[in-house]
């Protein structure tokens, strides 16, 4: 049977700010208080996913969420009408009223963690939506991602859904973001790969010193347990501390795979060889042939890295066996980094070409081209029964680029957040999008 890898985007959501909020992500510190455009935020996504479904790649899409998150600020205190909760806030805790408002729900390598049937004990994809406690702006995501993915992959034969871990940091869980699956084919059976950035109960792991490790090993653990791994299939591995402490918040800021390949600094992970070696035992026993391609710290300094996001690209397997790069502008502006790329794609090896997308309006938040989307490996008949509604046709691009264009606003500063008729804004537009993706009501407006 005939399997994919399927790239399900985020779309960006109206209230794309830059609100500073992601300590220990570079990006987004430096940005902060910045004026915004996301109206230009999402039409950068969509030509992304565009570009890809016209490469002839399988492409969905996934909804942005309902922001401000009134029911969110509720929680914390604020009271009256939805008007008057969002001018509270915005008087008295500012920076509450610009979390509630995040679009950080468009970063969907972090919504889920994503188990193929073929690697699980009952035959079914499982997902796990991710707690992403480590910020309060993330944190609030999941209830909403969950419904979203079950009324994307709502049937029970195929698909198992699993909520977010428990909310408190020793669980702390960032989803696809730290997860990696290697695979001769993406209906066989693979090895899922793990990557922590600390152990929340065993004392002898390193831990970063300046910058919060955001995933730990005993939530890592739990995702295998929960979506019914091997222990032959899955291989765990910690991030390197110091590369946290300069940016690196999530592993896919480092490291990108597909199929038999790694793409990997030289400075990501601790105890590599010992990693590298049970990468590729493992990927043997399902009769795969590991490969590696490490980039040295000579040719690309971790910092270039960060700034660049070389690593935060989507490798993508192309009909002959060879693979596709596709990177930010950012790496064509970095000029160690765009002569390391010509250097590789002309080398040769299985990386032989890279293409270049504009997406700054996310980067700027510490958003590449890996972190916008979530990936899905389905087999035919797993493809047949995800919602058609959000799987990426020439339609659908042209009727979601009518809706931004209607619905965003080109500037978005904070006053405009404080601004209660936003939320109306927002509401209407998801609405219509609901109907546009046929989700049915899965947004808290919807549903209360
Ligand atoms: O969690 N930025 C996100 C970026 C997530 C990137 N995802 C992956 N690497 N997979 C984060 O730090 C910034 C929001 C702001 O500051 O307005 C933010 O949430």
């Known amino acids: 049977m005939k399997s994919y890898e399927v790239n399900f985007d985020g779309l960006v959501g109206p209230t794309h700010n830059y609100g500073g909020l992601s300590y220990g992500n570079v990006a987004s510190q430096s940005n902060s208080q910045q004026s915004s455009n996301p109206k230009e935020a999402a039409l950068q996504g969509l030509a992304k996913m565009k570009a890809l479904m016209d490469m002839g790649f399988q492409q969905g899409v996934l909804a942005p969420q309902e922001r401000p998150d009134v029911a969110a600020l509720r929680r914390l205190g604020f009271a009256g009408s939805d008007a008057q909760v969002i001018q509270q806030a915005a008087k008295e805790a500012m920076p509450l009223l610009v979390a509630s408002c995040s679009a950080s729900s468009m970063w969907v390598a972090n919504a889920a963690t994503v188990s193929p049937s073929a690697d699980t004990a009952d035959g079914r994809v499982h997902f796990t939506a991710a707690n992403l406690n480590c910020k309060y702006h993330r944190s609030i995501e999941h209830p909403t991602t969950s419904r979203v993915l079950g009324a ?165 397997s192309r009909p002959d066996g060879s693979m596709l790069l596709i990177v930010p502008e950012e790496c064509r502006s970095n000029e160690r980094v765009w002569q390391y790329l010509q250097g590789l794609t002309g080398a040769g090896g299985v990386i032989r070409e890279v293409k270049v997308f504009d997406l700054k309006q996310s980067m700027q938040n510490g958003g590449g ?75 808290p407006f919807q549903i209360n």
């Open 369 to 443: 081209p890996a972190c916008l989307r979530l990936r899905v490996a389905l087999n035919e008949t797993e493809l047949a029964a995800v919602n058609p509604g959000v799987i990426m046709t020439a339609p659908l691009y042209d009727s979601l680029t009518h809706w931004v264009e209607r619905h965003y606003r080109d500037r978005m500063t904070e006053n405009d957040l404080a601004d209660p008729q936003l939320l109306l804004e927002c509401r209407a537009a998801l609405d219509e999008l609901t109907q546009i993706l046929k989700l049915g009501s899965v947004y």
């Open 152 to 316: 994307m992959f709502a049937n029970p034969q195929h698909f198992a859904h699993h909520a977010a871990l428990p909310a408190v940091a020793q669980f702390g869980d960032e989803g696809a973001a730290n997860h990696t699956r290697f695979c001769r084919a993406y209906g066989e059976a693979g090895v899922e790969f793990f990557v922590f950035g600390r152990s929340a109960f065993d004392t002898r792991y390193p831990a970063p010193q300046k910058y919060p490790a955001r995933q730990t090993l005993e939530a890592s653990q739990a995702v295998a347990r929960l979506h019914g791994l091997r222990e032959e299939g899955v291989v765990y591995a910690q991030q390197n501390p110091s590369v946290i402490d300069q940016g690196v918040f999530h592993n896919d800021v480092i490291a990108v795979g597909n199929g038999e390949v790694l793409f990997y600094h030289e400075d990501a992970f601790l105890e590599t060889d010992k990693m590298l070696a049970e990468l590729s035992g493992k990927l043997a026993k399902v009769g795969g042939k590991f490969q590696s391609v490490c980039v040295p710290r000579s040719a690309v300094t971790v910092d270039d890295a960060v700034r660049s996001y070389l690593f935060n690209s989507q490798l993508l």
